[in-house]
């Protein structure tokens, strides 16, 4: 399944238990940019199965070094 089609069905899930549209934006904005990292690091697409460990820890290491993200910003890409 494509990162997209995945992100997608967690918002309808979110919808469904009745995350507030703020919670729901937040987490939007943190997938884009998990997303567009993976996407580049993988020239192309992503499916979401094809996700490794390796991805996010990598992913971040760029929120650290090169976004310049702290500490608290970064643990609330899994955390929120």
């Known amino acids: 399944m494509l990162f997209n089609e995945a992100a997608n069905k967690f918002f309808d ?9 703020g919670t ?4 939007s ?13 993988n020239n192309g697409p992503v499916y979401i199965e094809d ?13 650290k070094e090169v976004k310049g993200y702290s500490a608290n910003t970064k643990s609330g890409f899994f955390l929120h």
Request: aromatic share 12%; glycine share 0%; proline share 0%.
């Open 13 to 21: 899930y979110m919808a469904s238990i009745d995350r507030s549209l």
């Open 51 to 63: 996700v490794t460990q390796d991805d996010l820890e990598a992913f971040m290491r760029f929120a």
């Open 29 to 41: 904005r943190d997938l884009v940019i998990i997303r567009r990292f993976l996407e580049e690091r």
């Open 24 to 27: 729901i934006d937040i987490y």
